[in-house]
């Protein structure tokens, strides 16, 4: 016997487990069908499920589970991503708890202990979306560390090294020293925050003057080579050539002149740093400065610093300062916001440093990217996002694709002992070259650079690594089966927050490697947020966990939940009543179910003309709501395809269609109604599968005796033609029954008493095609004509036409007169509005002649009421 209430526990696992065991998430090339695939952005192996993948994979398996029915070649590859960074940091903290440092143990015995890591945790999320419903193709899973993964990144590596377009330099890099890696610009978060302004007094050397510097760094003091001014700063223009006293340690620095100072910041002198910001770098180079480092890799000062040494940077700030007042040499401290930037990873402040570092060269390889992008052969989604794609792409920097990390791809660069270095797969490969170069080299252990590439190096080449790694060997590979047919993919749905770090990267990838784009279309989901419209994260405690949401709730409410209020591109206010709302929808809809299970087909019974009117209607409105989803899918306004199957199954099938066709308690129902019904509702079900499968499944074996006939393969359905006329003429029904069940309540006549209606009659009075059924839903023992306005009853107006409800004593005199004067008082209210509007000159002249003329038929309709209220006012 069916549940009196839906239990996603028992179905959820059970359904899952069967789709698999069928083989029906699994993909290969078929000829005879169209391809349709998406590639998963691959979670970082050190990833649990959080609220954005929830949003972002319920997308996805919708567009794939849709596909699949609609008999496309579905491919939905998934995998993850050994996210350098983040599972080192994992790495490192698990070998903490074992009483083991890093600096202690070799990089091998470090490889092992990060795959055993990577085996115990690595798999954790993708079992969590299996839980959601996700249909990947599981036996097509891939991760970047993938042996064979590995070597395709190497391989572009050494193509690119080949090109020319990477290059190893010594440069001003971003330096997270948390992480003690370099980082590159995309990976940086600019943040302004509350700093101050430190003026701090330099002596001119051979005399009582001095200069005052305004810095918010005064813990690089040490470091500092020079001082700086505009040569048209009269000022200082007594000062050209002299030299300035560094205070605290007083070393003697020149002092310069470039027109790149500011006069109006600060005093306008310029203390002059190049070893610890970027642009003083590019100052120090112009003037052939000294390059003084005086921090370590993690922030702290070194022994070029002569004080404070081994100090944080920031505690050494904070004791400079206090140094620098006792010596009276600070002059004053003023509040000051600054622009800092901070480590995507781990959030620590980003120090400028100087480091030999690879380089991506960017300029030539990002054009075929921006332009594919911007004459929409890529479509991105919303396309608002093509001006920020555009601003970063035409101002895009080389690209810093080194770590000094052990987990990852390591750089195929190795170096003989004087310190040249060539780039080759193997060390044997190197030494063959260095013979190629020099044919009296000497045998000798070549050094392999310690380095390893940027993780986003690896990622940028998913879209063709997950079918075929071995493409990036030679020139002119075409590439296996699988990637000639599934390539380029066709959607991506993915977060506007990597659009720079992966999508653009993806597509530079796409064009140098195959000559054509990796995806159609880019599909950039919102931000989910919490009420205070913080983004949800860990560290701030304000995401609830997504297991325990499908354990409490189960997926498809989840699922249905979160796509109920989040458009594309725009953020989505997570509230659980969203949730709610899902679970309400599949009680909803099981409900429905076991009310049409629990009827007596009988093929004896005659069909009664409310039931034929209802099936004609339903099906009309079902296939103006199918054509209007089409619609939907096609403009990715995913969240509304929910909302028109939403409305389709709650209020036109349950609300109105069932209700319409419902026998009598315990009797019988017609053959041909019962039969329609049953397949209205396999058409609802396969609608609705792509958004909840899993109580769709359960339904429609429920629904009939069936095999291995599945839903998740059912046949996509598609809209056929409707009959406007009777949609019409069914709205015009239901506004009638609307205002009579309002009337019954207003007046507090019991639902369970009959009423009469009456129609007002005049010539443009229309026929009222569903008389059957409003006399079935309103419970009313007639419906008829009259030609004169009905006493002691209760009147409405729609559409022009006047219906009266006689109700003498059935009312309270009293209240029903206070009620009429009430809505009186709204509808000259509202009539006082648009006569306002129409009486307004300006608006005539100036609004289109479709708003005119629903102004003034407002007001009509309003006249129509008032004078009806008034009557009935009257009347009473």
């Known amino acids: 016997m069916l549940s009196t209430k839906y239990n996603p526990g028992e179905v959820e696992n059970k359904w899952y487990s069967y789709w698999l065991e069928k083989g029906f998430f699994h993909s290969e090339p078929n000829p005879n069908k169209e391809p349709y695939c998406i590639v998963i952005p691959p979670p970082n192996v050190t990833g649990v499920l959080h609220m954005g ?121 971003n330096w997270d020293p948390v992480g003690k890696t370099a980082l590159s610009d995309d990976e940086v978060i600019r943040k302004d925050v509350p700093s101050k302004l430190y003026y701090i007094n330099y002596a001119v050397e051979g005399s009582k003057e001095f200069l005052t510097i305004a810095t918010v760094r005064p813990e690089t003091i040490m470091a500092d080579t020079a001082i700086c001014i505009n040569p048209a700063d009269q000022r200082y223009a007594h000062l050209k050539g002299k030299k300035a006293v560094i205070p605290l340690i007083n070393r003697a620095i020149p002092i310069i002149e470039d027109e790149y100072v500011a006069m109006d910041f600060g005093t306008g002198c310029l203390k002059v740093t190049p070893a610890h910001d970027t642009n003083d770098y590019e100052l120090g180079q112009k003037h052939n400065l000294e390059i003084i480092d005086i921090l370590n890799e993690d922030g702290t000062l070194n022994e070029k610093a002569q004080i404070l040494v081994g100090e944080d940077r920031f505690i050494a700030r904070k004791k400079i300062v206090k140094l620098l007042d006792e010596k009276n040499q600070l002059q004053k401290v003023e509040d000051y916001t600054s622009s800092v930037g901070f480590s995507e990873r781990t959030d620590a402040v980003i120090e400028p440093r100087l480091s030999l570092q690879w380089f991506l060269k960017m300029k030539e390889l990002t054009k075929p990217a921006l332009a594919h992008v911007m004459n929409d052969d890529i479509q991105l989604i919303p396309s608002k996002f093509k001006n920020t794609y555009s601003h970063w792409m035409e101002n895009v920097r080389d690209w810093c694709i080194s770590r000094q990390l052990w987990w990852g791809h390591r750089i195929p660069a190795w170096y003989d002992d004087q310190g040249s270095y060539v780039v080759a797969r193997t060390e044997e490969e190197a030494i063959a070259q260095f013979r190629t170069q020099n044919p009296s080299f000497k045998n000798q252990k070549l050094r392999q650079d310690p380095d390893v590439m940027d993780t986003w190096f690896s990622s940028w080449l998913w879209p063709i690594a997950v079918f075929d790694c071995s493409v990036f060997k030679s020139p002119g590979n075409k590439g296996n089966a699988d990637l000639n047919y599934y390539y380029p993919t066709n959607d991506l749905v993915t977060a506007p927050e990597i659009l720079f770090f992966w999508v653009a990267r993806m597509i530079i990838a796409g064009y140098e490697y195959r000559g054509e784009m990796p995806f159609k279309n880019v599909y950039l989901t919102g931000i989910v947020r919490d009420s205070l419209g913080r983004k949800m994260s860990k560290s701030l405690g304000n995401s609830p966990d997504p297991l325990e949401l499908i354990n409490n709730f189960g997926a498809d409410a989840v699922r249905a939940g979160m796509l109920f209020s989040s458009p594309a591109g725009n953020d989505l206010p997570y509230d659980e009543k969203m949730i709610e709302q899902g679970r309400n929808f599949a009680n909803k809809i099981w409900n429905a179910f076991r009310l049409v299970k629990g009827w007596t087909p009988d093929s004896n019974v005659t069909m009664p003309e409310e039931n034929r009117l209802a099936m004609k209607w339903f099906r009309s409105k079902m296939n103006q709501s199918l054509s209007e989803l089409k619609d939907d899918f096609t403009k990715f306004r995913i969240s509304a395809a929910l909302h028109t199957t939403h409305k389709l199954i709650w209020y036109d099938f349950c609300s109105y269609y069932l209700e319409m066709i419902k026998p009598d308690f315990g009797k019988p129902i017609d053959k041909v109604t019962y039969e329609t019904t049953v397949e209205f509702f396999e058409i609802l079900l396969k609608a609705l599968h792509p958004f909840m499968p899993f109580i769709t499944e359960e339904l429609w074996h429920d629904l009939k005796d069936r095999e291995e006939d599945c839903v998740i393969v059912a046949l996509w359905p598609t809209p056929q033609p409707f009959d406007a006329s009777i949609l019409k003429e069914g709205q015009f029904a239901f506004d009638i029954i609307t205002e009579i069940r309002n009337t019954r309540k207003v007046k507090g006549i019991s639902p369970k008493e009959p009423l009469r209606l009456l129609v007002r009659s005049t010539d443009e009075t229309p026929s009222i095609t569903f008389s059957p059924v409003i006399k079935k839903l309103s419970n009313l023992s007639e419906i008829s004509l009259t030609e004169n306005k009905i006493s002691n009853a209760a009147s409405f107006v729609i559409r022009t036409t006047e219906f009266f409800i006689p109700i003498e004593g059935k009312i309270d005199a009293a209240k029903e007169r206070e009620a009429i004067l009430k809505d009186l008082e709204y509808h000259r209210g509202f009539m006082a509005t648009v006569d306002k509007k129409l009486s307004n000159d300006k608006f005539v002249k100036s609004a289109p002649a479709q708003v005119i003329e629903l102004e003034r038929k407002k007001k009509a309709d309003a006249e129509m009421k008032i004078r009806a209220l008034e009557e009935s006012l009257l009347r009473l």
């Open 53 to 173: 993948h929830m949003l972002n994979n319920t997308i996805q398996d919708i567009l794939i589970r849709k596909a699949r029915m609609e008999g496309k070649e579905a491919c939905w590859v998934p995998g993850t991503d050994h996210a350098s960074i983040a599972t080192e940091a994992k790495v490192v903290a698990m070998l903490r708890e074992r009483g083991i440092k890093k600096s202690d143990i070799t990089r091998e015995e470090f490889l092992k202990y990060a795959w055993e890591w990577r085996g115990k945790y690595g798999g954790i999320i993708l079992e969590q979306l299996k839980k959601l419903g996700a249909s990947c193709d599981w036996d097509r899973t891939k991760f970047t560390m993938d042996p064979d993964y590995y070597d395709a990144v190497i391989d572009v590596f050494i193509d690119l090294y080949k090109k020319g377009n990477i290059y190893r330099g010594m440069r001003m890099v």
